[in-house]
């Protein structure tokens, strides 16, 4: 079997404990963005993937995905907000492994609390390697919607964006940790997993959800359209829905999962952590990402002018 997925989402451990109970092997390739997810899936086959928010509504539209069967899976282990998220209600399309929020990971001199903190203080800044994401920041940090692609929002972000480029040391999405623990960077754009597990590292790091606000992100599994066994896939899906392996990712990567149960298993430093499950005052301030359809072409353009300008 063949697994499209994030590093370290799901954990291979866990991934290799799926494949063990089926009595086959699991072979992953890792993605960096959404971007790279759909790039991936149009060149080869796979078993399952691994996409978020928006691009689960871009595959379902494209047809790219298989609708779920009808209780094939364990949904009641989710979260009830997990089994009503915005882009798959019910989960017909998919089923939600991980969330969190993006935010910034900062090191002892960087003072702020908000988007300033990659959009203003004086110092080198990392970027994600993220199109929707970078463009979401920046579009926040403007005072507008991160779904919000008209040409007039865009103007506003691509100014922000443009006036940080001299500052902006890579646009990484493989590790934007590194950089920040080792001062080569004052603060990095950052995914709340892998920030999380930095600053329970590093007391000299911390993480934090912008004051005016951030993305909310959920990664889902789904079954591609040309899924060689798509009963073997839901297989696969069911196995690592098992709470056990659902905590494993967690525990060892710093994915907070929205499955009930496999929380249940976590120690007391995960489950309370607030960089990893963020209390609802801080979800209060967060927006998840919707597909925009041909306004994406249009935001893809501009990333290509933004990127290029730093390799």
Not at 129 to 153: C, H, K, Q, T, Y
Not at 173 to 187: E, I, K, R
Request: charged share 25%; proline share 9%.
């Amino acid at each position: 079997m063949r697994a499209l997925t994030w590093p370290g989402m799901p954990a291979r451990e866990p991934l290799a404990e799926a494949g063990r109970r089926l009595s086959c092997e699991v072979d992953v390739v890792e993605i960096a963005s959404n971007e790279d997810l759909a790039n991936e899936m149009s060149g080869g086959r796979f078993d399952i993937v691994f996409p978020s928010d928006y691009m689960v509504e871009r595959l379902r539209g494209e047809r790219a995905i298989v609708p779920l069967e009808p209780g094939a899976l364990p949904l009641d282990l989710l979260e009830d907000w997990a089994i009503d998220c915005a882009h798959d209600p019910g989960c017909r399309w998919s089923v939600p492994f991980a969330y969190g929020t993006t935010g910034v990971l900062a090191g002892p001199e960087c003072p702020s609390t908000g988007w300033d903190a990659l959009f203003a203080i004086d110092g080198p800044v990392l970027m994600l390697d993220e199109v929707r994401e970078v463009f979401g920041a920046a579009l926040i940090a403007s005072g507008r919607d991160p779904n919000d692609l008209s040409p007039a929002a865009l103007r506003l972000a691509r100014r922000c964006l443009l006036g940080r480029m001299p500052l902006i040391a890579a646009f990484d999405s493989d590790d934007f940790v590194g950089p920040v623990a080792t001062g080569q960077v004052v603060a990095a754009h950052a995914w709340s997993g892998p920030a999380s597990g930095a600053v329970r590292a590093n007391r000299n790091l911390r993480y934090f959800v912008p004051e005016e606000g951030a993305i909310l992100w959920v990664t889902s599994a789904a079954i591609p359209a040309d899924a060689p066994d798509p009963e073997l896939s839901t297989s696969l899906l069911r196995e690592l829905m098992d709470p056990r392996l659902a905590a494993g990712t967690t525990e060892r990567n710093g994915y907070a999962t929205p499955n009930r149960e496999a929380r249940r298993l976590l120690p007391p430093a995960l489950d309370r952590d607030p960089s990893l499950f963020p209390d609802e005052e801080t979800l209060k301030r967060c927006v998840t990402l919707t597909a925009q359809g041909e306004a994406e072409a249009r935001l893809s353009e501009e990333w290509k002018t933004l990127t290029g300008a730093v390799t």
